[in-house]
């Protein structure tokens, strides 16, 4: 029997490398050859969890169809050797969601809704000892197939030829793009991380009219690598007021959107995105909920939605915008780690190990 290497979770930031069967692959179902798996925001707190192990983590895949069953390239329209993007929600397919083709919401893989995330299937999150075992971006091969009424139909997407980090960016950009997909508004975007760069790419890409990116003095190299991204102004909140700033920049108005891709737990990112922002913005916030003052937000009759995940459409556009040339992501896909190194990559992507690190890859033939 064939076998299958992986880095799999087996505690609190504690990672091995197991082997596996190489699955046996029914008509319905395929197996990705994982060329690349992007390290996302959320994979270093998942890392710290606590009870939730053993898991095969990684959900941004990339790669290439090694082995497909001929019901599940009939339904995907796709063959063995295409280049493709995996979308990490394995859904129930009957629900209002999945009907609406937003799977992120379907209440069988919804990571806030579920009563067991380990035992639900979801890739990146889901136990590694239900078979066939790779449910994960993090072993050199994946399987694609089956589950419950779920045939994946759709969820495959083609990238075009930018190379394997670049096409794992897409999923950091697809959050971007639920929030920012507007026409002749000023964005001002907290947070210079892979989600504040790829916001700034979305915004511009949408058309809006000036896109403003916060930053600190740290972030310099960040900040200017935001200027190429499509940034009409980047701010560093250490050295200037950002409050003048801004009103200098919007003529006093505000802003239309803002989008806090900083989880700052201070609760002052919420407070200058709401003192920052027109009357009838939308708002995109990410904090603490007892740090959003509701009074303020009713007298700005403003919006506000917290992020959640990327829908199909919004990952189909990135890829697009991605695919285009027009914007430097490989400045974006800062460090790639080989299979042996998966530790040290989510930790890079928390900020722990290494400076500079953005968006971080893991290329397990490296």
């Not at 169809?65 to 397919?93: K, M, N, S």
């Not at 072993?139 to 089956?146: G, Q």
């Not at 916001?199 to 511009?204: G, R």
């Amino acid at each position: 029997m064939l076998k299958v290497r992986a880095a799999v979770k087996v505690g609190v930031e504690q990672t091995e490398i197991q082997e596996f069967d190489r699955p046996v692959i029914p008509p319905e179902a395929g197996l990705l050859r994982v060329e690349s798996s992007g390290v996302g925001g959320s994979d270093p707190e998942l890392y710290r969890k606590p009870d939730h192990a053993p898991i095969i983590m990684g959900h941004e895949n990339v790669g290439t169809i090694e082995e497909l069953g001929p019901v599940a390239a009939a339904r995907w329209g796709v063959r063995q050797g295409d280049r493709v993007a995996l979308h990490e929600y394995l859904p129930c397919w009957h629900c209002e969601w999945c009907m609406k083709g937003d799977f992120r919401l379907c209440m069988e893989v919804d990571f806030f809704n579920v009563k067991d995330r380990l035992n639900t299937l979801r890739f990146g999150m889901s136990s590694c000892n239900i078979e066939p075992h790779l449910w994960g971006a993090m072993p050199s091969t994946c399987t694609c197939r089956r589950t419950r009424s779920c045939t994946r139909f759709r969820k495959i997407c083609r990238p075009s030829g930018r190379p394997w980090p670049c096409l794992s960016a897409m999923v950091c950009s697809g959050p971007a793009l639920m929030v920012v997909r507007v026409q002749c508004k000023t964005v001002l975007i907290f947070g210079p991380g892979q989600q504040g760069l790829g916001c700034t790419l979305a915004a511009k890409a949408a058309g809006s009219i000036c896109v403003i990116l916060v930053g600190m003095t740290r972030d310099r190299a960040r900040l200017d690598l935001a200027l190429r991204m499509g940034a009409d102004h980047v701010i560093d909140a250490q050295e200037e007021d950002l409050h003048q700033r801004v009103m200098a920049l919007t003529g006093g108005r505000g802003v239309d959107v803002v989008v806090d891709t900083t989880g700052d737990p201070t609760g002052q990112v919420v407070n200058d995105a709401v003192a920052l922002a027109a009357k009838g913005a939308y708002l995109s916030l990410n904090g603490l909920e007892q740090h959003v003052p509701i009074k303020e937000i009713k007298k700005r009759y403003l919006t506000v939605r917290a992020p959640r995940g990327r829908s199909y459409g919004a990952v189909e556009l990135a890829l697009r915008y991605i695919g285009s040339g027009k914007y430097p992501i490989n400045e974006v896909c800062s460090h790639d780690y080989g299979l042996d190194q998966v530790h040290d990559a989510i930790l890079a992507t928390a900020g722990r190990g290494v400076s500079g690190a953005i968006h971080v890859t893991v290329n397990p033939w490296r």
